[in-house]
């Protein structure tokens, strides 16, 4: 036990260091909730200007969970072996989500070239709250309409 | 405490001392969240994988629109979840300010950080109750899909099948994270830490809370904001 009491001695930067993280973390929130909002209006069309935005997104979103981990949940004042053990077996995320989505891309772009009937339902437009599946829960939610 | 700290670490394993330097109970905490983020990693990677190999999605700006008490049809895309948003991170924030307190043996502190930390949980499992609830009236279920694509053709269920299996999964885990703060809390406030000396284990129900907050940050993204 006396590892552990000595290691609360060094730990943190105390309350300055919690009321900083949590600024951080409510800005990086509030500017992605910005890029949200401004997405919003952004139309279909304009791909790049989109993937760039949603790219940012991400990359907002490792800062937000780079700043939880190492220290809200402390793990930048532990030992390096312990942080090694914990981040090292992490990095394969970093193979399964480049294997993963690509395999994923691929098999649409199969798909749209050998299934026609895949790539036709893709282009045909369906006209809201009258189709269809949509068409069941439309009568819910009047129902709830009406007992409001 | 400086030398132990700044030892090279090619004599952390050559006994006498611990090499990590955290009691068992940490580190075990450590490794079961470690298997928990591939849990969660497998789930968003899948959802992912579908949403690559699909040629449309619907608009998370045209599904998560509503706001609890507001007039049907409002159209308020992003403001209830930024408010669950905001709620848990809070929350995570009275969780370290709990571990704190502990640090400093301040049984008070604990106490309060810990109930604030519990409102913070209860909180947001309403929100989401309350969504759920919306989006089941509005038809989405598992199996069910009422929503367009974002360019206007059919969409298929998977959306709907992903958003509630994931959310759905993190909401059982803000539910445990509470039952657990709940149980520290009792704990604390019988003393049983004051008994033991520390409040190590607040540390280890810190962890698993801070994991949920972390978890939701990659939730939120995936499916409210891209």
């Known amino acids: ?148 | 405490m400086a030398t132990t700290a700044t030892a090279p670490t090619t004599k952390s394993w050559g006994g006498g001392k611990s090499p990590f330097n955290v009691e068992y109970g940490k580190v075990m905490m450590w490794y079961f969240l470690m298997s928990d983020a591939f849990t969660f990693g497998a789930f968003l990677i899948s959802y992912g994988t579908i949403r690559f190999s699909t040629n449309g999605w619907p608009d998370p700006n045209e599904v998560f629109k509503s706001f609890p008490f507001a007039p049907e049809g409002m159209n308020a895309p992003l403001v209830f979840v930024s408010i669950m948003t905001f709620i848990l991170i809070i929350s995570s924030v009275t969780m370290v300010l709990a571990v704190q307190a502990g640090h400093n043996m301040d049984k008070k502190g604990v106490v309060k950080n810990l109930i604030w930390t519990i409102i913070g949980g209860i909180a947001f499992l309403s929100c989401q109750a309350w969504e759920w609830n919306h989006l089941h009236h509005e038809g989405a279920w598992w199996g069910s899909n009422p929503f367009l694509n974002h360019d206007g053709t059919a969409s298929s269920t998977n959306f709907t099948n992903y958003f509630f299996t994931i959310t759905g999964f993190h909401g059982f885990h803000v539910f445990s994270g509470v039952i657990i703060n709940v149980i520290m809390l009792i704990m604390a406030m019988t003393n049983k830490f004051e008994e033991r000396g520390h409040y190590l284990m607040i540390e280890k129900a810190g962890l698993y809370w801070h994991f949920v907050d972390l978890v939701w940050v990659f939730v939120f993204t995936c499916f409210y904001l891209i």
Not at chain 1, 74 to 93: C, D, G, Q, R, S
Not at chain 1, 100 to 121: A, C, H, I, M, V
Not at chain 1, 131 to 137: I, L, T, Y
């Open chain 1, 1 to 148: 036990m006396s590892h552990t009491a000595e290691h609360q001695e060094h730990a943190g930067g105390g309350t300055k260091e919690i009321i900083r993280i949590t600024v951080i973390l409510t800005v990086l929130t509030i500017v992605e909730l910005i890029i949200g909002f401004w997405m919003i209006d952004i139309p279909l069309s304009s791909v790049g200007l989109r993937l760039a935005l949603k790219g940012t997104i991400v990359i907002l979103m490792m800062a937000k969970a780079f700043y939880i981990v190492a220290y809200f949940m402390h793990l930048k004042h532990e030992m390096k072996n312990l942080i090694m053990t914990i981040v090292v077996p992490l990095a394969l995320f970093i193979w399964f989500i480049i294997a993963f989505l690509y395999d994923g891309n691929s098999f649409k772009n199969l798909r749209n070239t050998y299934d026609p009937y895949f790539k036709e339902q893709s282009t045909i437009k369906v006209e809201k709250k009258a189709h269809g599946a949509a068409e069941k829960h439309d009568n819910s939610k009047e129902a709830k309409k009406a007992s409001h």
